[in-house]
């Protein structure tokens, strides 16, 4: 039952090198050389390179070489001795970003080759690329547009002109020296706009097209010239900037969708001292590109990343697979004959503007101080709560300032207070339209309890201000492939510690939140649905989460311990009607009410009476245990979570189709662990504990699922990271693999229950949960019909043109073989169509190509070197075949169905006819 344990393979510093090896190669001492590296880099390499599966050692020359490379860069920054930058790595082993990545990945076979340090700083330097690249796209476009001579669809020679060369140097310079994070995109795009704002003014009117050079000539005829101007002192022009002075900045951001106040304070505050620091603020002359590429140089090996201005040749090196290139989209067409508008393409960087443009759509109208409605709800409370609330938000404002800065560097101190002030503004916003609702669902207007709980307070607020950091980091996401999620230092939960809140707390207002602002954008639904799944899954199972507490004195209070949430309450839909002021401060719900999930009460007569102590003289005249509401909607949510997790799991394994009990054996198991075995998950993760279960049962029920196949499955799963199956925590301060988890902890602690599974009395099933496509709803998204056949259901689109969606009668030719269930299902044609799909089998062997089978185990593990754990691929059909299989046994499953039922009809109209 017990997968063997073997020693780690990784090396380390105190290995000794008397162990079998062979004589390093010539070459791969060649090019240590040329690398500049250190002897311990060099040893620490050539350990790594021996540690690899024979496949790559044997290969030939050319590539050996650049795995060795890829075995030096391991090396370097796993010991931080790395003398070389990217560029200088992938120009030595001739690989563009993407090869280089890909190497990295196959040299990743083990699991433990790539440690999470190598990890991370490669996600930072690809985002970084992805973020330049699209910076890069968006400035030749812009150079398009405001200068006479430009780079864009330009031979060779034409992109080494010194006008773009100088702005874009400035510009790597500018971001290099001033931020911390080089990969914010919004910020980085406002830093260009102050670059090229600078550039407008100091060159001469005859390179500038309109509208910039009559701007620009407002400037010469308001009594400064441009000779006098370049000459002027900085500093002292920045507090005297005139309206006149920052007409080419307002120009520059109203074409670009850009804030001009946010790029005008980034003028002010960074971009003018940063030209003091580089010596060129008082330059008479246009700044020699040679004095600005030296400095860059500098900047670059310090940092040991690409080289910029390789952007200005299109160099090899910076060169990404399409499918990763943060290129301009098609421009979106007119829907219907009426509408002549053509949109304009959506790149990163306007998407990013858009979205910023979006919340401050929506926060307009809002102000930093509570309005004359919220002021009307707080002198209504018994305990006015309205000095509390007022210093709490300028106490958090200075932390939040404070923290800001330290992340993103002194220079960006304002701008940190001005992303705060926009979450004060949607915090009051959403803090009124819930007491709103909750004055009209309850029918009181003293909320004096909720309006004095520091905790609500400051999870409100935190969701605010997260709302607005994501909407200006939306930048994260710039690559069109999910599978790269370098998370920033900012990214969520780096707000909970910033305003100390603990995640258990913070989960309790995320989705009244959600219904109290109804404008927020799918994309910032989406993000903080995410926040939300990440808590479930591990954040709030951390050891200082007070949800351990909350679970022990449920336990001692309860008569059933083992039922922290009735199973039974898992085949009903997840509807609630708990808002946030239920979570905070009605904790307790009967227990005659389980299945209902919902704390009705019934206000007193006098308006003025608290909706808190309602609920208190309840529950003084209930003699039976209470069970908390907030831990037993938290209880829901983690149950669905991890079953759509499993269900994902077991479906990119096809569990399925070749086991079908196998699934709900396995989530039993799952869901008792979670229930009754909750000390499993403290600092620990859901997967974890599901791919242990998932294990367990198969190897109990003697199915031959090894755990190097659920990993490689688990990888390809949408949300996930390495370290957690690499990283396991088995006791204090020790950590192993997943393996090593479910060898020390898991299976010593469920050995008992586990084995009851193939007793002949084994454990009730649990019921499978009712999982919803999103707690918040996306009522346009296709759900996939359980079973596995690429059916999906989707509402049926509106015929009017105002929707912007297809009507059945301006489908395409392939949109037109659909069926939407509530319209005329037309001819028999289209179900001949459909047949014929269905049944080629070269559609089949397409469907397979597309979707793929099994995924191919790993050839060998870290923590499952001896092979006793080795999937024995000859027992399987090959991915191709297997899948067709099992697509044809499934459609005669499906037409044996249809046949009998049809029999059983035939019959039934028969007896009718009879009688």
């Not at 309006?451 to 609500?456: E, S, V």
């Not at 050891?543 to 008569?559: A, G, V």
Request: hydrophobic share 35%; net charge neutral.
């Amino acid at each position: 039952m017990h997968p063997k344990h073997s020693k780690k393979v990784a090396v380390s510093d105190s290995e000794e090198s008397s162990s079998p090896t062979r004589h390093k190669n010539a070459e791969f001492i060649l090019l240590c050389q040329s690398l500049k590296v250190e002897e311990n880099v060099n040893e620490r390499a050539w350990k790594i390179w021996e540690s690899m599966p024979t496949l790559l050692v044997n290969g030939i020359a050319l590539e050996n070489r650049k795995y060795w490379g890829i075995c030096i860069f391991i090396a370097a920054v796993d010991l931080n001795a790395v003398s070389f930058t990217l560029t200088e790595l992938q120009k030595t082993l001739d690989l563009n970003v993407t090869e280089f990545l890909q190497l990295l990945k196959k040299m990743d076979v083990n699991l433990d080759t790539v440690s999470t340090k190598v990890n991370l700083l490669v996600l930072r330097l690809v985002k970084k690329i992805h973020v330049f690249t699209a910076l890069f796209e968006k400035f030749k476009r812009i150079c398009e547009e405001i200068f006479e001579e430009t780079p864009c669809n330009q031979a060779p020679s034409d992109a080494n002109k010194p006008v773009v060369k100088v702005c874009w140097i400035t510009f790597l310079l500018a971001t290099g020296k001033l931020l911390q994070m080089e990969d914010d995109l919004v910020l980085s795009f406002q830093l260009l706009l102050c670059v090229l704002e600078y550039f407008i003014k100091i060159l001469p009117a005859e390179l500038i097209k309109e509208p910039y050079r009559a701007a620009a000539n407002s400037i010469i005829s308001s009594g400064l010239s441009r000779a006098s101007r370049r000459s002027h002192n900085r500093t002292t022009q920045a507090t005297n900037l005139t309206e006149v002075d920052s007409k080419v900045l307002e120009i520059l951001c109203q074409e670009n969708e850009c804030n001009t106040d946010e790029v005008k304070n980034i003028y002010l505050k960074s971009f003018l001292p940063f030209l003091d620091k580089i010596k060129i603020s008082s330059c008479t002359e246009f700044p020699e590109l040679d004095t600005l590429s030296r400095q860059y140089e500098e900047l670059y090996h310090r940092n040991k990343d690409f080289d910029g201005r390789l952007f200005l040749e299109c160099d090899k090196t910076l060169q990404m697979d399409p499918e990763d290139r943060c290129e301009e989209r098609t421009p979106k067409m007119p829907q219907t004959e009426d509408d002549h508008t053509v949109h304009p393409p959506q790149t990163p960087v306007r998407a990013a503007m858009n979205t910023i443009q979006q919340l401050q759509m929506i926060l307009n109208t809002a102000d930093d101080k509570p309005s004359e409605t919220l002021k009307a709800y707080f002198n209504n409370c018994t305990i006015n709560p309205t000095t509390n609330i007022t210093k709490r938000v300028e106490n958090l404002g200075q932390k939040f300032q404070e923290k800001f800065a330290r992340a993103m560097g002194e220079e960006w101190a304002e701008i940190g207070s001005q992303r705060y002030n926009l979450g004060v503004r949607l915090y009051y916003r959403v803090m009124e339209s819930m007491l709103k609702s909750e004055e009209k669902r309850l029918s009181v207007q003293n909320f004096s309890k909720l309006l004095n709980d520091a905790t609500f307070h400051g999870s409100l607020l935190t969701c605010a201000v997260e709302v607005v950091m994501t909407t200006y980091g939306m930048a994260r996401n710039v690559s069109s492939k999910s599978s790269i999620q370098a998370e920033t230092d900012l990214s969520f939960p780096w707000i909970l510690r910033v305003f100390n809140i603990k995640a258990y707390e913070f989960y309790k207002v995320i989705e009244s939140f959600i219904k109290a602002e109804p404008n927020l954008t799918r994309e910032m639904i989406k993000h903080v649905e995410r926040c939300e799944h990440r808590i479930m899954e591990s954040i709030a199972w951390q050891s200082d989460s007070p949800l351990f507490d909350i679970l022990k004195q449920q336990k001692e209070r309860d008569d059933q311990p083992d039922q922290l949430e009735p199973t039974s309450t898992l085949k009903q839909p997840l509807q609630h009607s708990h808002t946030a002021a239920d979570l905070y401060l009605s904790p307790v719900r009967s227990p005659w009410k389980k299945g209902s999930g919902t704390a009705n009460t019934v206000p007193t007569q006098q308006t003025k009476t608290e909706t808190s102590s309602s609920w208190q003289s309840q529950s003084q005249l209930q003699q039976k245990s209470h069970k908390s509401t907030s831990l037993s909607l938290f209880y829901k949510k983690v149950y669905r979570l991890a079953y759509l997790r499993l269900n994902m799991l077991c479906n990119h394994l096809h569990l399925p189709s070749e086991h079908p009990q196998l699934e709900a054996i396995i989530w039993t198991l799952f869901q008792h662990t979670l229930a009754n075995e909750h000390e499993l998950m403290k600092d620990r993760h859901l997967d974890q504990i599901m791919m242990c279960s998932m294990y367990a049962i198969c190897k109990v029920k003697n199915i031959d699922l090894r755990f190097k196949t659920i990993v490689t499955a688990y990888k390809d799963l949408p949300n996930t990271n390495q370290e957690t199956f690499k990283h396991v925590l088995i006791k204090e301060g020790q950590y192993d693999s997943i393996i090593g988890f479910y060898n020390l902890v898991f299976i010593q602690r469920l050995k008992t229950n586990i084995l009851q599974y193939v007793s002949t009395r084994p454990p009730t099933l649990s019921p499978i949960p009712h999982v919803p496509r999103s707690s918040f709803g996306f009522p346009t998204s296709p759900l996939r019909v359980p079973g596995g056949n690429n059916i999906y259901v989707s509402p049926l689109k509106s015929s009017y043109k105002t929707d912007g969606l297809l009507s059945p009668t301006k489908m395409t030719p392939r949109t037109r073989i659909l069926v939407s269930i509530g319209e005329p299902f037309g001819t028999p044609e289209k179900f001949q169509k459909i047949n014929q799909l269905v049944s080629s089998s070269d559609r089949h062997l397409k469907r397979a190509g597309d979707t793929g089978s099994v995924p191919k185990p790993l050839k060998r593990l870290r923590f499952d070197m001896d092979e006793q754990d080795e999937a024995d691929g000859s027992k399987h059909l090959s991915g191709e075949s297997k899948l067709l299989q099992q697509k044809i046994a499934e459609m005669t499953s499906t037409r044996n169905k249809i046949q009998e039922q049809k029999m059983k009809d035939g019959a039934s109209d028969t007896k009718r006819d009879e009688n």
